[in-house]
Every structure is written in C-alpha cells, then in structure tokens.
C-alpha cells in the first residue's frame, strides 16, 4: 500500500516571494527608472513593506477575493508592489497590454472585470479614452505621487499611489489559501479575433519562477543583477519579477526608456549582468553599442524569446561581445518560459558557428514541461531532426482552458501552440514557422523564419520579414521585406543574389520591399498580417 509522505503541507503562494527575499535578501537592491525620468532605489525589504501597506489599501477599497486588479504600467517599482500586493492578499493581477487597440483594451478590462485600475501617467491619455466604457472600474490609481498625477478630463478623482498607501500599516498578515486559486490574468495580443485570457494559478507562477531559476535556464542568483526589458505587462515579464526575488537578485526596472543608449547607459551604471528582451530590443542595442563603438563590461547572458533570434544577431552578442544568448520558448498559455538552450559541455569543442548555429534553435524542455510534434492526423513525429509537425506542449504551468472559455483547447491532454517545430535526437527543439506564417510553394514548405535570419545575415540589413502571397501557378510565394541600416544602399538584386548563396534557389522570394520601419505590435512581434493585408495580393 502506497502511503503518504510525511511532510509538512505549505501552499506555494506569491507572498511567500517577497516575504523570502525581504528577510534573505532584505539589502538587496532594486533600481527603478521612474516614468517622469528619474532613478529610484530601494530594497526587497522595503518593496515588500510597501507592498503590505498596498494590500491594506486595496481591502479598504472593498475588493473581495478573487477580485481582478488592473495595470497599465511599464517596468517599474511600483508596478513591482502591486504585483505582489494584489496576488498575495488574494485578488487577481491582471497586467494590461497598452499596446493592444483601445477598443482591445476595453474588451480585456470589461472582459476580466477590473474593479480596480492602476497606471503610469504616460498612459493618462489612453485612461482618459478608455475609462467612460470600463463600467466595472470603481477607481483609477495613478502610479506617482501627487506631484507627477496628472488631472485627466471625465474622470472626477484620479487617486495617487502614494497618498493611496501612506495612511496604512506596514504589518499586513497574508492570507493563507489553495494554491491553485488565480494569481494573475495576462490575455493574448488578439491578432487573430479578440484577446484570450490565460489564469495563473499561483502553484503554475511559483513552479514556472523556481524553474528559471536553475542553471539550464536563466541561472539567477544572489551575485546577479538582471534587467528584464521584457514588460512586465507581457506574460509577467516571463516571471522574472519573482524569480530574481526567489534568488536575491538585485533587480532593474528600466521604466519607459528602452532604447538602445538607455538600455547600456544603465546596463553600465548598474552592473547588469542578466537580461531579457525580444529580438528586435537587442537589434536596437546592439545598434547603439556598434555606433558609438561601446563594449559592455558585465552583462554575461541574456535570455531572447518572443520570436526566432536571428543567428547573425546571435553571433554579435555571443561572439563579439561575449554575451551568452539563452534563446527560448513560451506563449502566454505557458505562463512564461517552457524550452530554452543552453550550451553544453559537449558543445565546447565546436566552432562559434556551430555553437551560434544551435543557440539559434528554441532548446529543450525545461524541467515541468513536455512537448512533442504531430502530424495533421495528430499522429506523434519522430525526433530526428527532419519531421516537422505541429508543436504541442504539457506541464505543471500550461493553460488547460481559456478564462471563461466554454471548452477546452486541448488535444488528449496536450496544448496545441500553432507552432511548426521539428525537434532532434537530443530534444532539442526548432520553431520552424507559425502554421499560419509558413509558406507552401509548388507542395513544398518554405520557412519565412529562415528565409528572413539569412536576410538579415547581410551586413546592410537591419530588419527582415517574409510572407506568402498567392500565386496562380504555385499556390504562394515569398515575399521578402526589409529595412536597410542607417547609411546602407542595398538594393533588390544584391539582396537575392545573397540570398541565392543562402538557400535552395526555390526559395528565393519573388520580390522585395524596402520599408522605413516594419509594423511591430504590443509583444515586439513584427505584425504580419499588417503586411498582408497590405501587400498580400497575387503575383503575376
């Protein structure tokens, strides 16, 4: 007869988070870019006691459990407080996209209920538009302090943050409950119909930020200091605001500058040695650093996700500036990471090439994942590095129904991501396109993901993105875009005939567009169905 364990039984709850880093870790720095300019600098200790005097406010403001909470903030020590303050004391934070369409915007705060709105003054104007059709919402809380509120029209009070709190106790006792109660509510960008809402569990957010944690993945630890450029309004900034905590990380919030000199200027001053972002985040970067001919001198490793990291990008970090790139996988149905490479020692022997070459796919499944491909037919593909099917992923913290779904998404227990991938001999996974984005040509499959990372191989291009466009004799065909680095005078010809060198000759796109900028939407994605509703008509 199997028996139960004989351990103690204590609910993995955010609370227990910053309570952990205030008394470990309590002098442990976190330096936050204030939205009206400034730099900000406390403590975990200090985070966490405003925190508790956030959670009495909030009770004051009669929100039940279970109640969402609402944000519309950049990166920041604020928003940090309400995250731990809103989960911690039993109400559900639900980080909001400013991003996303207004109307968008309307529909996911009317959708998770919003009883409450807090937001940096940057986004005033967009409060002011929004908040007439938002009901629910019985109070808008300003991110600052009386001085930098700003007065916004139709709106009778707008509360501060720092009188909002200041009247209340330090000492605040977390309540105790089930694990799995809500803990956060982040939605989808809604490129394809309205925003989908994936439920945090606290148990899913706790697991997911232990695991990033640990050497395979992010390696945080009290020695690091980790900047994550990543929103934290984007799949809670893939839960690094709780794993640098549970580590004793010093943590950096950069605000609203995320531009490439802002970035290194306090990549510098604070000794990063850990980062996150998107792709086109560390374009711009590293655009920054080859103009003014700058090096870093403590950033180690960075983690990419969001979209397929280029291999020449990789190699700039990796190569050249001796960064390591962690590059990962997840969506907001995986509450943040859920593959991610990481050099082994096997790999020292290698060429950086070759190295690059196997950093540029998405990694094995970390710990408290699985995944696999299938086929049309749902059939399970071989792992060998050449089938290529639909991604489907598993675990302790993946989306199992959408918030106030009627069904669920799931294929016999498995997430069906959208995702073409193939996946080798050692699990190591490659994103090989979206399902919607690959491009089949004459019955054979082109990746616009391949196409555009040996795009922006050549030295002049700075941003690439291909898409299909119908073609009477082979069903689609590429279509290349790009946008030239300042000062760069490359044209089509020279752009294909590098492309020709590159790739099977099939997939040398048709035609290429020159563009100012390409259209980026509220994740750092480049926003193809914009191209296509553009430019996606039928070649001759």
């Not at 730099?39 to 406010?57: E, I, M, N, P, V």
Request: hydrophobic share 45%.
């Amino acid at each position: 007869m199997i028996q139960t364990g004989l351990m103690m039984e204590q609910p993995l709850l955010l609370s227990e988070v910053i309570e952990h880093a205030a008394t470990q870790y309590g002098d442990v720095e976190i330096v936050s870019r204030e939205t009206h300019g400034p730099l900000f600098r406390y403590t975990y200790a200090d985070c966490a006691k405003r925190a508790r005097k956030l959670a009495h406010a909030l009770d004051q403001l009669g929100l039940s459990a279970g109640s969402a909470v609402g944000s519309i903030a950049w990166n920041n020590h604020r928003h940090l407080e309400v995250y731990y303050a809103v989960s911690g004391s039993g109400l559900v934070m639900h980080t909001c996209n400013p991003r996303l369409h207004p109307q968008q915007l309307v529909y996911v705060i009317n959708h998770a209920e919003d009883e409450v709105v807090l937001f940096d003054a940057t986004f005033a104007p967009l409060v002011k538009g929004i908040a007439a059709h938002c009901p629910k919402v019985k109070a808008w809380v300003c991110l600052a302090d009386a001085t930098n509120t700003p007065a916004i029209e139709g709106l009778a009070h707008v509360l501060n943050y720092e009188d909002l709190i200041a009247p209340h106790s330090e000492h605040y006792e977390w309540p105790a409950f089930d694990e799995r109660s809500a803990a956060a509510l982040c939605y989808t960008s809604g490129t394809t119909g309205d925003p989908k809402g994936a439920l945090y569990s606290h148990r899913a957010i706790v697991l997911n930020a232990l695991v990033l944690c640990t050497p395979a993945v992010l390696a945080l630890s009290s020695r690091d200091a980790v900047l994550p450029v990543v929103p934290m309004f984007h799949i809670n900034a893939w839960c690094i605001p709780y794993g640098a905590p549970m580590a004793g990380a010093k943590l950096v919030l950069p605000g609203p500058r995320l531009d490439g000199a802002s970035l290194y200027e306090l990549m510098e001053s604070e000794c990063v040695t850990v980062s996150a972002g998107v792709p086109t985040i560390w374009l711009s970067l590293i655009q920054h650093l080859e103009a003014h001919k700058l090096r870093f001198t403590t950033m180690r490793r960075t983690a990419v996700g969001g979209s397929a990291m280029p291999q020449s990008l990789i190699a700039k970090f990796a190569d050249e500036y001796g960064v390591e790139v962690r590059h990962g996988w997840g969506m907001t149905e995986t509450t943040a990471v859920a593959t991610m490479t990481s050099l082994a020692g096997k790999h020292d022997a290698l060429s950086p090439a070759d190295r690059d070459a196997i950093v540029a796919r998405q990694g094995k499944a970390v710990f408290g994942t699985q995944i696999k491909i299938v086929d049309e037919n749902g059939r399970t593909l071989p792992r060998d590095g050449t089938a290529q099917g639909e991604l489907m992923v598993r675990g302790h913290w993946i989306l199992a129904r959408y918030f106030k779904g009627e069904s669920s998404p799931l294929q016999d227990g498995w997430f069906p991501t959208g995702d073409v991938a193939r996946i080798d001999a050692d699990g190591v996974m490659q994103i090989r396109d979206r399902s919607k984005d690959v491009i089949k040509t004459g019955g054979e499959w082109i990746s616009s993901i391949d196409l555009e990372n040996a795009a922006v191989a050549h030295p002049a291009v700075a941003m690439a993105a291909v898409i299909g466009v119908k073609h009477p004799k082979w069903d689609e065909r590429p279509l290349l875009f790009i946008v030239r680095k300042p000062g760069q005078a490359l044209e089509k010809n020279e752009i294909l005939a590098f492309l020709t060198e590159r790739v099977a000759k099939w997939w040398v796109p048709d035609d290429v567009v020159f563009l100012e900028s390409l259209p980026v939407g509220g994740t750092g994605k480049v926003q193809k169905s914009d191209l296509r509703k553009q430019y996606g008509g039928v070649f001759c």
